[in-house]
């Protein structure tokens, strides 16, 4: 099984700052990671497919980078609605699908 | 426009049974993978069960469900569902209904969960 690990747990960061979030794979997943965002009382949501990928819909100030063990997402510029919580998941080997533990943007 | 919704949730003994279900709309039901994903009160997300594009009779579950949970579909009526047996504390969360995107090459499949539901949910306690 491949763990997936989130860093940090939180992140604090003012509003129109760039928050980096970083997710680790035990072994190497290829581009097959995928990013999503959750917010309190919802469902997560895709924003992020093939490492680097935006989902439809989603905007520009967000970013995927990496490949192999190593990846990163970028929110460019920190809007009011970017604060929640986002997961990586890794979907090369599997079963099982893996998520990371997730990392809290919140507002500092 | 996707739209998942998923019933069926409650409360539940230990060693109880519950079967959820997943209403499917918006899209060509019969062309997609489709998952069940768990959120446990204040914590992360966990996959547990894979079922292919009808067609496709491939199933997969995480270990902690294998022999207790089946997962099924009928594409005739848009809904997935998830038969849930010898349900045990540990079970207790959100279950997510999830749509599958991506595909395959090489004799292997990449699928991301593009569209979730709103979930149920499913506490196990006496």
């Known amino acids: 099984e491949i763990v997936m690990t989130q860093s940090p747990a939180t992140l604090s960061v003012s509003p129109g700052e760039r928050a980096t979030l970083s997710c680790r794979a035990s072994?190497?997943?290829?581009?097959?990671l995928a990013w999503y965002q959750q917010k309190p009382g919802q469902a997560p949501r895709l924003l992020i497919y093939?490492?680097?990928t935006r989902a439809t819909g989603i905007p520009a100030r967000f970013s995927g980078s990496g490949s192999g063990t190593e990846f990163t997402l970028t929110i460019s510029s920190l809007q009011s609605e970017d604060f929640a919580v986002y997961y990586c998941?890794?979907?090369?080997?599997?079963?099982?699908?893996?998520f990371g533990q997730g990392t809290k943007l919140e507002i500092e | 426009e996707v739209e998942l919704v998923e019933s069926g949730g409650g409360l539940v003994q230990p060693g109880g049974s519950l079967r959820l279900s997943c209403a499917a709309s918006?899209?060509?039901?019969?062309?997609?993978?489709m998952n069940w994903v768990r959120q446990a009160p204040g914590k992360g997300l966990e996959w547990v069960s894979y079922?292919?594009?009808?067609?496709?009779?491939?199933?997969h579950y995480v270990d902690s469900v294998k022999g207790r949970f089946i997962i099924s579909r009928d594409s005739a009526k848009n809904s997935l569902f998830l038969q849930m047996n010898s349900l045990r504390d540990e079970d207790t969360a959100l279950y997510f209904c999830?749509?599958?995107?991506?595909?395959?090459?090489?004799?292997?499949?990449?699928?991301?969960?593009?569209?979730w539901g709103q979930g149920t949910l499913v506490t196990v306690s006496s």
């Open positions: 093939g490492a680097s």
């Open positions: 079922i292919g594009s009808s067609g496709d009779n491939t199933i």
């Open positions: 918006g899209f060509t039901f019969s062309l997609y993978s």
């Open positions: 999830v749509k599958g995107m991506g595909y395959c090459s090489g004799g292997s499949c990449y699928n991301w969960f593009d569209s």
């Open positions: 998941q890794q979907y090369n080997n599997w079963p099982p699908y893996t």
């Open positions: 072994q190497s997943v290829n581009s097959h």
